[in-house]
Each structure stands twice: as C-alpha cells, then as structure tokens.
C-alpha cells in the first residue's frame, strides 16, 4: 500500500533529517564554551615556555576564547601528563614533548599515564634544532674528525649531558649508534652545570638545544660541528648537518606539540588542529619563535601521529643500546 503524504510533511522530515545532520558541526562551532589551559610539563623559561606562549596567544584569537598557560614541572613531565590524562573538563590540552611522548614510555619502568591510551594528537607545533659541540681546544674542525679522533682513542673523549635522559643524553648516545664509536657520558644536574664546564674545557663535547649555546657559537667560545636537523639552520649556514656528514637520515631535534585527553571529541580536536597549524605559522609566532631558533611545524593530527611513531622506534633503539634508564 501506498502512502502519499503532504508536501509540508516532506519538508519537514527533510528539514528534521538536516538538523540532525548538521547537529554536530554547530555544537563544535560552540566548543571552546569558556576559556581553555594549556599546561606545560616544564618550568617557565625556555623554548616549552615560548612555543607555548606564542601558540596560547593567536589560539586565543583564532578560538574566540582566552588561552592561558599553566606550568606543572616535575618528573620529567610525568606530573603534568598524568593530570592532563585524567581531566575531562574538555578544556585542558598540554604541550607535549619528546621526552613525555617518544622517550618516557622507554625509561621508566611504570608511568602514571598511557601515551596511547589517555591522550590524542592535535598538532605538532615546533622543532628546536639541537647542535653537536665541541670546545674549541680540540683539535677538530667538523663531524667526520671528530668522530675519527674518537675511534682512534675509545672511551678518552667524553660529553657532558643535563642528566639520564635528557634530551642531550639521548643525541650523543644515537651518535655513537649510528658512527659505531665509544665517547663517555658526564650526567649533570641541568644544562646550566654542564654548559660551565664545556666552557671551562672540562669537557670536550655535547648536544644542546641551539637557543641555550649560540652566542656562544658566535663569540668562538664553543665551535658547532653538526646539526642535528634534516637541513641546515639558517642562523649556522656553514655548518653542515650530521646527515651531510656520512650518516643518512640521521635527525635529532627536541619537538613540543599538543596532545588533548583522550575524551575529547574528534570535532574538537579536529577545529584545535586546524587553529593549532595556524597559529604556529603566523607570522608573529614565526618571528618569536626565530628568535629562540626554534622552527614551527604545524600538522594534522594524524601526521603528528605517524612522527610520533617513527620518533619511537628511533629511541627505543637508542634507548635500548645505551641501557639508559631513569634516575
């Protein structure tokens, strides 16, 4: 049997059925309802602070809400990434980091927090280049003599480190992987300690983040032998990268992103992706970011992902040859 029913009918079914479509995409036009926080596993100062900083603040224009910065150092960010994990006010994201993200889950035994499970991609906001230095007392000029001088004496030269761990601990040790050499490991309690004596020639070489050593670099005080990025930085254009030096595809960068809990909805994440990528390329945050020589990335959540998987089978070698373990 057939039914013929009224053309208002129709239009109403119609209309009802677009409704329900469209349902979602309004309620995401809503989302963020309130201000959001953006916590940072890290203290204030330095290159998390001022990626975190730059980003917060054209979020804030781009979302229509206030983006605020909250700082929870401790335990190389497991403080952080735990409360992060478990908060589902659906407006709590976190700036995260090599470390919480691709080493952590390697060197401790037990996190309080699941990197997979309790957390989802947004973007990848920025690389730091990290540097591979030496003082200018030893005799080499570039990468290829320095990694010759330490075949030909293994174990007498020796880096310094901000600990076991760091993320300087873990360039010199991927070194040594991939040239196949023996260089001994100086930990220290911070970079500030390490740098002193690096200066003072107690120490022969390190990988540190390029904001923290490059007026050193200017001034002669320290002498780059390679970058650990996949091109040459701007800022040291004659200095080559460790992959122009005979290791090939050789990359080691310190990356911040941001990661929102896993309850967040995908339309959420979705509109904080897109206004994360454009955040991170304006042009203010571009220049803010130049001054601290950190480049910005910006990325699709699932192009952060696929990083963040090769990132991992990276360090989880490193990590599982050199036997490094947390303090």
Known sequence: MTFNLPRRSLLLAAAGSAAATFAPALRAQAWPSRPMRFVVPFAPGGSSEIIARATAGELTKLLGQNVFVDNKPGASGNIAMSEVARADDQHTVVLSHIGTMAVNPFIYSRLPYDADKDFRPVSLLAKVPSLYLVHPDLPVKNLREFIALAKKSPGKLNYGSAGNGSAGHLAMEYLKMASETFITHVPYRGTGPQLTDLLAGRLDAASVGAAAVMQFIKTGKLRCIATGTTQRIAQLPDVPTVAEQGYPNFEMTQWYGMHAPAS?????????????????????????????????????????????????????AVIARAGIKAD
């Open 264 to 316: 967040l909805p995908q339309a959420a994440i979705d509109r904080l992706a897109t206004a994360c990528a454009a955040a991170i390329k304006a042009p203010a945050t571009v220049e803010r970011l130049g001054l601290d020589d950190a480049i910005a990335v910006g990325s699709t959540p699932a192009d952060f992902a696929k990083f963040i998987a090769t990132e991992r089978t990276r360090w989880k």
